[in-house]
């Protein structure tokens, strides 16, 4: 069973930064493609970016709307992957869970983006 907790969230203003952490238990974070999504309020839950494991070449892949501004990362020592949110918009303000496998997640961190 893979437990999975985010922090990091808060209020940034739009063009600030902030750095999600989503702590995995139960199972290492290299092995597994791990990813964030966010949900606005009364929209879908979305893809925002991933890295794949470590036996899938450990690339990342991000939504549209982020490239280029959000970087996922995994640091294998203390089983936490990031999202390093950077030049943040007040579109970029929803719920942001993590998820493992495609199968577990995460109860999300509020990131609220002011204009």
């Known amino acids: 069973q893979v437990q999975l907790v985010e922090f990091g969230g808060g209020l940034v203003q739009a063009g600030g930064s902030l750095r999600l952490s989503c702590a995995a238990s139960g199972r290492s974070v290299r092995y597994e493609d791990m990813a964030w999504y966010r949900q606005a309020p009364g929209k879908q839950r979305e893809s925002v970016g991933r890295?794949?494991?470590?036996?899938?070449?450990?690339?990342?892949a991000y939504a549209d709307s982020v490239k280029g501004r959000f970087t996922v990362s995994r640091n294998n020592v203390d089983n936490i992957v990031y999202l390093e949110m950077n030049n943040v918009k007040p579109e970029d303000t929803g719920v942001y869970y993590c998820n493992a496998g495609g199968h577990y997640w995460g109860k999300g961190t509020q990131v609220t983006v002011s204009s």
């Open positions: 890295i794949f494991s470590e036996s899938r070449g450990g690339t990342t």
